[in-house]
């Protein structure tokens, strides 16, 4: 028995045309329902501009902009895995726990590696 998704079957620019729409309401989704996501797309619309200001190179400027785009995907995929894991269950468990932790590091991670990138491109 087939147990994907219905959607699986579109193919081509049907497919792509549906993506965008679904992608579109996943930004909507994680701007009303993920303070995290909001905070660091705040961020990221201050940042960008600011990266413009200083002129770096532009491979600096590309790195600095990137990486700030890097968090809030880094930040999408936590809030995914958040959905997923409360959807199965909201009660305590050691997996569950793991895995919204694990998500969680991954964000600072990437938040950390704003920092370091940042550094290293307005040190040089």
């Known amino acids: 028995m087939n147990q994907e998704s219905p959607f699986k079957g579109r193919t081509g620019l049907a497919r792509v045309w549906n993506a965008l729409f679904y992608s579109i309401d996943g930004l909507k989704a994680a701007i009303r329902h993920e303070d995290a996501f909001r905070q660091e797309l705040l961020l990221t619309l ?31 995929i ?37 920092v370091v990138v940042w550094g290293v491109v307005l040190s040089v």
């Open 46 to 76: 201050v940042c960008i501009p600011l990266a413009l200001w200083l002129e770096p190179d532009a491979i600096g400027r590309a790195l600095m902009i990137a990486v700030l785009f890097l968090v809030l995907i880094v930040e999408l």
């Open 78 to 114: 936590n809030s995914a895995i958040e959905a997923v894991v409360d959807r199965v269950s909201l009660e305590n468990h050691h997996l569950a726990k793991r895995a919204k932790d694990i998500g969680s590091a991954a964000v600072l991670l990437s938040l950390i590696n704003v």
